[in-house]
């Protein structure tokens, strides 16, 4: 009976990795095979996940679509392929069609076409979280940008000022616009109570309420110290080794100091009082100008102690951010694999499946809407590595193309299987530091 909460945690980790995954695999995949289908290639099959067959159905088009027992992947075999990988052509099925049936498989099609087909399948990943992005830009919107109290979250001490109070000033200092709070906040010096200015109801009030960046928790970061020892949105910290805090820029400071050692916070949550020991750990952050600086971390995230209110956002507006956010998960994956090659940061950085399984499963397990924006980041990853110049990928096979485009013939097959056979081995091989990563690190 002790052990029914592990197994309970492992079905759900397993659980929230594997829809996790075949959203993934699907959307990827789908790209493949109807970019396929439009260009005029039949697909044989289009599978979710590998080994025996639990279900399938054929369409009007002679699609199997089907469901396999090994959720962890998926393929479109399209007509003439000898592999799920579309690597080689099936000499035995090639040699009995005609021209017609030919143009209709991978190996016989034009060169743009078997390179869209290609291509399609990270396309469809980038173009799936693009979606999602502007799905929840659109419906959450952004803040306003004028320094307005929206909600105010629960917090100890006095607090005067009111839902939709226009702050103008603190301690004594203007704040034209919502950045310029945000720059005052972060230079403040810290104090148990601030004296803010606020027009409300057409008056000009001076009022008191927290430092502007207190020491909230406005978020609690994956895999961290916090997040296991059980902190959650919304504690806020008293104290930290007996140190009375009250903004958020006093604990980077405090935690270095630490040093890795073991740190006490005295936290609020709710009206209640209670004592947490955390380990910081050694971090590697990406910096807005390219590069990374390492820290020690307990996984606070920072905020100010009100919700800011929302302004409604156009889907031509959501859209470019959308975009930008994929631009932004590209440049920090590939100046992370930089920066891991050359030593500068350390490989424990890259993830296997374990970290992957954990976490979805922690995304899950924070609400519906936080395990999207997961799936969204993840199938931006995807489509990023399918698009490696490395044999048996997306990226490999687009390589080839390009090859075949400028000398005007494709490799040979002796060629083409020893660089297949050195891509898998080469895959395998970062697969297994992966997940020696999630083991060890």
Not at 93 to 99: E, F, K, N, R
Not at 169 to 179: H, R
Not at 220 to 245: F, H, K, Y
Request: with cysteine.
């Amino acid at each position: 009976m002790g052990l029914l909460p592990e197994f309970g945690n492992l079905f759900f980790t397993l659980a929230a990795f594997v829809v996790a995954l075949s959203i993934i695999v699907t959307v990827h995949e789908y790209g493949h095979y109807i970019v396929g289908r439009w260009s005029g290639i039949h697909a044989e099959v289009f599978s979710l996940g590998f080994g025996p067959v639990l279900v399938s159905r054929m369409d009007r088009r002679g699609t199997r679509w089907q469901i396999a027992a090994l959720p962890f992947g998926g393929y479109v075999k399209f007509l003439g392929d000898a592999n799920a990988a579309s690597s080689a052509a099936d000499d035995a099925v090639m040699s009995h069609l005609d021209a017609k049936a030919r143009r209709r498989t991978m190996h016989g099609a034009p060169l743009w076409a078997r390179a869209a087909t290609i291509f399609a399948g990270p396309a469809f990943n980038f173009l799936f979280s693009i979606a999602v992005f502007a799905a929840f830009i659109a419906v959450k919107g952004l803040p306003d940008e004028t320094p307005r109290v929206g909600a105010i979250h629960p917090m100890p001490g006095v607090m005067e000022l009111a839902e939709g109070d226009l702050i103008t000033a603190v301690a004594g200092q203007e704040v034209a616009d919502l950045a310029a709070y945000y720059t005052l906040a972060d230079r403040l010096d810290p104090a148990p109570q601030v004296t803010y200015t606020v027009e409300r109801g057409g008056q000009i009030l001076n009022v008191t309420g927290p430092h502007p960046m207190p020491a909230r928790a406005a978020g609690i970061a994956l895999n961290s110290a916090a997040r296991d020892a059980g902190m959650e949105a919304g504690d806020v910290v008293l104290e930290v080794d007996g140190t009375p805090v009250w903004a958020f820029r006093q604990l980077p400071p405090m935690v270095d100091a630490a040093d890795g050692a073991a740190v006490a916070l005295h936290l609020w949550r709710g009206g209640d009082t209670l004592d947490v020991s955390l380990t910081p750990r050694r971090t590697d952050l990406p910096l807005p100008d390219g590069g990374f600086e390492t820290r020690w971390l307990i996984g606070l995230q920072s905020g100010t102690f009100f919700a800011h209110p929302m302004r409604s956002v156009s889907l031509t507006e959501s859209l470019p951010l959308a975009v930008g956010e994929i631009g932004d998960i590209v440049t920090r994956s590939i100046s992370g694999l930089y920066y891991m090659v050359t030593g500068a940061i350390s490989t424990c950085n890259l993830s296997g499946p374990v970290g992957i399984a954990t976490t979805s499963a922690e995304m899950a397990s924070d609400g519906l809407a936080s395990f999207i924006w997961f799936i969204a980041v993840l199938s931006t990853a995807v489509g990023l590595l399918n698009l490696f110049p490395i044999p048996i990928l997306d990226g490999g096979h687009l390589v080839f193309h390009a090859y075949e485009a400028l000398v005007g013939r494709a490799p040979s097959e002796r060629v083409l299987g020893a660089l297949m056979t050195a891509g898998l081995v080469l895959l395998g091989a970062m697969m297994l530091f992966a997940l020696g990563n999630d083991l060890l690190c």
